[in-house]
């Protein structure tokens, strides 16, 4: 239990004081280490994916069980881990080609330390979204807080590698706007089918 205090202590305060002098103070602990990155995305990748599960079989009744549920939880969970190192990998291999000098595994730990609050946060909006009137709000909320992080992970590839606003911005929007695009053409493609 030490430990996860400790941890929401991490979450809470890149979270609530996102300052420069927090994330050098994070990057350069002990603790930065890109395994404990991990271990917090595969945790509220399960926590974020058995809530969205439990919201959308409420409304649909679809009655899966309890272990159908969970594994899927679990391989979301390792799924997200996934995608996640790869989005780190690759917005650290653009950065370094813009000239940043900053390590993956540095890069990997803020961002979880990031991620993780809101990714827990959201979980709770998506159980409260099948809340009819709480729908919209959770829809805003979700989306306030996708925007804080993204604006947050530019700040965080700056101070990471050691360049301008410029080049973190490049860094973490050509991979976003990869990733749109893949999904806008997917969208479309299904759209017409």
């Given at each position: 239990?030490?430990?996860?205090?400790?941890?929401?202590?991490?979450?809470?305060?890149?979270?609530?004081?996102?300052?420069?002098?927090?994330?050098?103070?994070?990057?350069?602990?002990?603790?930065?280490?890109?395994?404990?990155?991990?271990?917090?995305?595969?945790?509220?990748?399960?926590?974020?994916?058995?809530?969205?599960?439990?919201a959308y079989e409420i409304p649909n009744s679809l009655r899966l069980?309890?272990?159908?549920?969970?594994?899927?939880?679990?391989?979301?969970?390792?799924?997200?881990?996934?995608?996640?190192?790869?989005?780190?990998?690759?917005?650290?291999?653009?950065?370094?080609?813009?000239?940043?000098?900053?390590?993956?595994?540095?890069?990997?730990?803020?961002?979880?330390?990031?991620?993780?609050?809101?990714?827990?946060?959201?979980?709770?909006?998506?159980?409260?979204?099948?809340?009819?009137?709480?729908?919209?709000?959770?829809?805003?909320?979700?989306?306030?807080?996708?925007?804080?992080?993204?604006?947050?992970?530019?700040?965080?590839?700056?101070?990471?590698?050691?360049?301008?606003?410029?080049?973190?911005?490049?860094?973490?929007?050509?991979?976003?706007?990869?990733?749109?695009?893949?999904?806008?053409?997917?969208?479309?493609?299904?759209?017409?089918?």
């Amino acid at each position: 239990m030490r430990l996860f205090s400790k941890w929401i202590a991490i979450w809470v305060k890149i979270a609530l004081h996102p300052s420069e002098q927090t994330i050098l103070e994070l990057s350069e602990s002990p603790e930065a280490q890109s395994r404990i990155a991990y271990l917090w995305i595969f945790i509220v990748g399960v926590l974020f994916s058995a809530s969205s599960a439990v919201a959308y079989e409420i409304p649909n009744s679809l009655r899966l069980p309890l272990i159908t549920l969970l594994l899927l939880s679990i391989f979301s969970g390792g799924m997200l881990t996934l995608s996640f190192t790869a989005s780190i990998l690759i917005k650290q291999w653009i950065a370094k080609r813009l000239g940043g000098t900053g390590e993956d595994f540095k890069a990997a730990y803020i961002f979880a330390a990031l991620y993780s609050p809101f990714a827990f946060l959201s979980s709770i909006f998506v159980l409260l979204g099948t809340i009819p009137a709480m729908q919209v709000f959770s829809g805003l909320i979700i989306g306030a807080a996708f925007l804080y992080n993204l604006a947050l992970q530019i700040k965080t590839i700056k101070i990471v590698n050691n360049f301008g606003w410029k080049e973190a911005a490049i860094s973490v929007m050509i991979p976003f706007a990869g990733i749109l695009a893949v999904c806008s053409f997917a969208f479309i493609g299904f759209g017409v089918m």
